[in-house]
Nanobody
Framework: QVQLVESGGGLVQAGGSLRLSCVAS????????MGWFRQIPGKEREVVAR????????SYTDSVKGRFTISRDNARNTLYLQMNSLKPEDTAVYYC????????????WGQGTQVTVSS
């Protein structure tokens, strides 16, 4: 059974930074493209960053380019998201998951981690 456990969220002022972590179990983590998603209440969950199995290809949604950095440690089955220059519009629950070709998640969602950016 796949488990995805996100952590690292919190309350931060605009311009601040947070580092999110996601520990995955029950899957061959090192084989898959993984991504960070976020969901704002009332809106659909969207993928904000993705990274291929070996880190050779990384992509971001336009709104976070230059501010967020995705990385992974395959030895630790862990995915990271470094978030800098945070804005109030980054406020959301953040989730990790294996990413499909249509930018959706493959597995059941974890509990996510809440990021709140105050202005």
């Amino acid at each position: 059974q796949v488990q995805l456990v996100e952590s690292g969220g919190g309350l931060v002022q605009a311009g601040g930074s947070l580092r999110l972590s996601c520990v995955a179990s029950g899957l061959t983590f090192s084989s898959y493209t993984m991504g960070w998603f976020r969901q704002i209440p009332g809106k659909e969950r969207e993928v904000v960053a993705r990274i291929t199995w070996n880190g050779a290809s990384i992509s971001y949604t336009d709104s976070v380019k230059g501010r967020f950095t995705i990385s992974r440690d395959n030895a630790r089955n862990t995915l990271y998201l470094q978030m800098n220059s945070l804005k109030p519009e980054d406020t959301a629950v953040y989730y990790c998951n294996r990413v499909t070709g249509s930018s959706t998640g493959v597995y059941s969602w974890g509990q996510g981690t809440q990021v709140t950016v105050s202005s």
